[in-house]
């Protein structure tokens, strides 16, 4: 910095970079295509405001790949309906917890093994349980359960488990081999018994006696 400081040798701290210029002319080292090439879909206006997945008009990569059959919105992930759980195992309850206490969502939130009461508590079997205790969480694993109540205490859920349907078997596993019939003897044709054979000899008979009377 100069120690005479006037207009005449004033000069920005940081050395400024003029913008580009497009289009202004075959000498600005810009003109003719302005820097966009020959022809093609991004040498036009508007070019480079395409819509995020965009692949010039062909079929986009999300609609070339298969679609999610099936679930439910208990089931997904992401999104409102996303179902998630924190896990709280026995071990913790022991050493947070007094005998005889009443272990509620508010009172998890309190000793803090939960951050809130917004997400559903599920109670896991890691550890040991010595002491009795009443448990209110919305589920609880078969071995947390048993150690509950091998120790005195109650577990009792805010909702109820759900009831899983046996899987359908597949059509040819369903079909039952048919049974096998039996077939019935054929009939042999009777032999005509002497009953049921025409007379022969009455005709003769009565054509015998008409010439007699005649």
């Known amino acids: 910095m100069p120690d005479d400081l006037n207009l005449s040798n004033l000069k920005p701290a940081q050395a400024r970079k003029d913008r580009k210029r497009v289009g202004r002319g075959q000498g600005s080292g810009k003109g003719r295509y302005s820097g966009r090439g020959l022809k093609g879909q991004k040498s036009r206006s508007g070019s480079h405001k395409m819509r995020a997945g965009f692949e010039g008009g062909q079929n986009p990569l999300y609609m070339r790949l298969g679609k999610g059959r099936g679930g439910s919105k208990d089931a997904m992930a992401v999104g409102p309906h996303r179902t998630s759980t924190v896990p709280v195992n026995v071990a913790a309850l022991e050493e947070r917890f007094d005998a005889g206490a009443e272990v509620t969502l508010d009172a998890l939130v309190e000793k803090g093994l939960i951050r809130n009461t917004?997400?559903?508590?599920?109670?896991?079997?890691q550890g040991d349980l010595k002491k009795t205790l009443t448990i209110t969480v919305h589920a609880a694993s078969a071995s947390a359960r048993e150690k509950v109540e091998a120790a005195g205490g109650t577990v009792t859920?805010?909702?109820?488990?759900?009831?899983?349907r046996p899987k359908r078997k597949p059509d040819s596993a369903r079909r039952e081999p048919a049974a096998e019939v039996e077939?019935?003897?054929?009939?042999?044709?009777?032999?005509p018994t002497a009953a049921a054979e025409p007379d022969a000899e009455a005709p003769q008979e009565e054509a015998t006696g008409e010439g007699e009377e005649g």
């Open 118 to 125: 917004r997400t559903d508590v599920k109670l896991l079997g």
């Open 183 to 191: 077939e019935a003897p054929e009939d042999t044709p009777e032999e």
């Open 157 to 164: 859920l805010l909702r109820e488990p759900k009831v899983r």
